[in-house]
Structures are given as C-alpha cells and as structure tokens.
C-alpha cells in the first residue's frame, strides 16, 4: 500500500511559478514510476508528466512541454513538479500516481495509487 501527499498548490498570476511536491510512504518508493495529472470539473482526468522509476526517462504533455519539470528524489520519496509560465488553462486539481506495472504511462488507468489532490488556480 502506499499513501500520496500532495501540497503546493494555490493560486497565482499568470506568467507565474508554482512548484508542486507529492511525498509518498512505503519502503519501495524507488521501485515506482510516478506521473502527475489534473482534472477539471466536468472533463476526464489528463496525463501531464512522468517520470520512471530509475528517473532517467521523463515524459509530458505537449501543452506542458517546455514550461513543467517532473522530478523524484528517492531519499525523500518525493515527487515534484515545477511549474513556470503558468497560464489560465493550467487551472485544475493536480494528482501525483504512482504505479509498478507497466503500461502506456500517460493513461490514469495504469496506475495504482492516487493522491488527494491540490488546487492550482492561475488567474487572467
């Protein structure tokens, strides 16, 4: 079982930065690739980055590409997310996951445990 902690969120300007931190619990947190998603009332959950378990291999979403950084530090099972050049279309709740298995990693379904999620709020 591991349990996900997200915090971090919050709101700010556009243009602006936030970073967000998942902290995770178990002994086996550097066997788990990780990912980060957001939702929007009314939409599907939507991948927004991944990072594998040995953190070598890093994936996002196009809309993201160039302004977000997924990383992990395993000695504080910890995973965070940088955000830079926020824009309104940023604004969603954002959930770390974090799986074992394999799969596609951009598809919610192929991970195991979710976090409670954090609101980011990116104003106009």
């Known amino acids: 079982q591991v349990e996900l902690v997200e915090s971090g969120g919050g709101l700010v300007q556009a243009g602006g930065s936030l970073r967000l931190s998942c902290v995770a619990s178990?002994?086996?947190?550097?066997?788990?690739?990780l990912a980060w998603f957001r939702q929007v009332p009314g939409k599907d959950r939507e991948f927004v980055a991944a990072?594998?378990?040995?953190?070598?291999?890093?994936h996002y979403a196009d809309s993201v590409k160039g302004r977000f950084t997924i990383s992990r530090d395993d000695a504080k099972n910890t995973v965070d997310l940088q955000m830079n050049s926020l824009k309104p279309e940023d604004t969603a709740i954002y959930y770390c996951?974090?799986?074992?298995?394999?799969?596609?990693?951009?598809?919610?379904?192929?991970?195991?445990?979710w976090g409670q999620g954090t609101q980011v709020t990116v104003s106009s």
């Open positions: 990072i594998d378990w040995n953190g070598r291999q890093t």
């Open positions: 178990g002994r086996t947190f550097n066997t788990y690739s």
């Open positions: 996951a974090s799986r074992l298995a394999g799969g596609a990693m951009r598809v919610a379904i192929n991970y195991d445990y």
